[in-house]
């Protein structure tokens, strides 16, 4: 069977800006020779790469999560602040390494400034206390006649940075992470947190520590629903097979959508799922000895078939936009990163490339969609060597989504054909809009699904674009094997 799409001019839900964000963690080269490298020709005078700066501008970052992940269960945030003589050089007693503690608080909130980002702080559970959370948002938020706010105006910041979004713990209930606790704790702990930080500043929103655990997560819900605004859930999939690779993109949506049934079961409508962390992670963690320079570095070679993950990925959060409004990566440069750097350049993988392709050129409101094409069943192993198996039916061979640009009055249609070895011809049928016949094209696209872009050969995969003009509303498209395609279309008339 090809393949067969129908647009509907029917609004079906508003995509939150916030799915495509990103995260950056004290982790391997992530933010120190990174996003920040004081020493660096290619840095401005604030330290921050320039070349990375261009990259994540151009694809929009709404929302910033940092400084860890793992690291932040161990982070003092005081560290972090004041002359940079003065700030101690502390042990990465997570990832390994020294931790300068030059990029601190002042800089990230300047980072998020400078692209355009808001803040997402997350709190460590593990060696930091209650007075150090409300002590931060204190720095942070407030204008008051107080020591913290006193402290950033003498840093040179007078105007707090009102930022909105805290994450309370990250992956407490593994036991991975320093102030692992069991559910219970956690939640009486995230009751206490969530109330007195809303207690000094009411406008926050709070992120709650999710497990994809349905006992953990009720336990969450049912203890500190009332005071939580988004209730969080981590992703990580992938392996060196293909179909196991793009398959995970629905047991993530599946995952979804059991946490979004708790969340309903329990009445908890204001409670929304932030994706804070997901990404292709499958190589094993080499052995180290956590002591100074041994680090782990977490790079992983991105490639075309992680790529069309992120592209399945960001179809599934399409159709869950209701209940789904934040998605970060993890992470944004060299650690698990979708742009790679060295002292002389940067490689944008596959995986920038489908944000470009969603940010870019889709639209924020989701439009009706019908896709018909064959079904394929699979046991699929992901995650580190297959750590992570699940069996899944009814994976579509063709995705996508329709939606409408308001700002550019176009509808976007974006299509990924999963096939390894097939391309679709796929018939379009878009006689409920009232489209013209001029049409631009973006494919995302490469000769083999290992494909990846490094700093020998930085565009090996990439995207082409094209005009096109379509003889009908009713036409069709020839759609490659495993490649993603974004068409917009420009309207006539708006969409109401
Ligand atoms: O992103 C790498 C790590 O993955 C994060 O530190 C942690 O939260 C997760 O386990
Ligand atoms: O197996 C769990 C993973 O291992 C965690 O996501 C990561 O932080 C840890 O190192």
Redesign the pocket.
Known sequence: MNGYVKVWKVKTGEINDLIYGHFIEHLGRCIYGGIYDKNSPKSDERGFRKDVLEAVKKIQCPILRWPG??FVSAYHWQDGIGPLDKRPTRLNYIWGGLESNEFGTDEFIEYCKEIGAESYFAIGLGTSTLDEALSWLEYTNLDTPTEYVDLRKKYGNSVPYRVKYWGIGN?VY?D??VGHSSANEYSEKLRQYALFMKGIDPSIKVIAVGADNPEWDLTVLKHAGKVIDYISI?Q?HGSNNYYDTVASAYYVEERLQLLDSLIKHLQLDHIKIALDEWNV?YQV?PEVEIIEKKMIFLEEPYSLKDALFAAGVFFALHRKCDSVQMANLAQMVNALGMIKTNSQSIVLTPIYHVFDMFVNHTGRTRLGIEIAADRYSIKAKS??EG?LSFQLHNVPYLDGSATYDEKRHMMCLALGNYYLDKNLEVKVDLSDLDVTKDANCFELNSSDVMDRNDFENPSRVKINSRRMTIPDRVFSLQIPAHSLSVFEFPLQTGIN
């Open positions: 992940g793992n992956e593994g991975w992470q981590h990580y992670w963690i995650f580190f750590q």
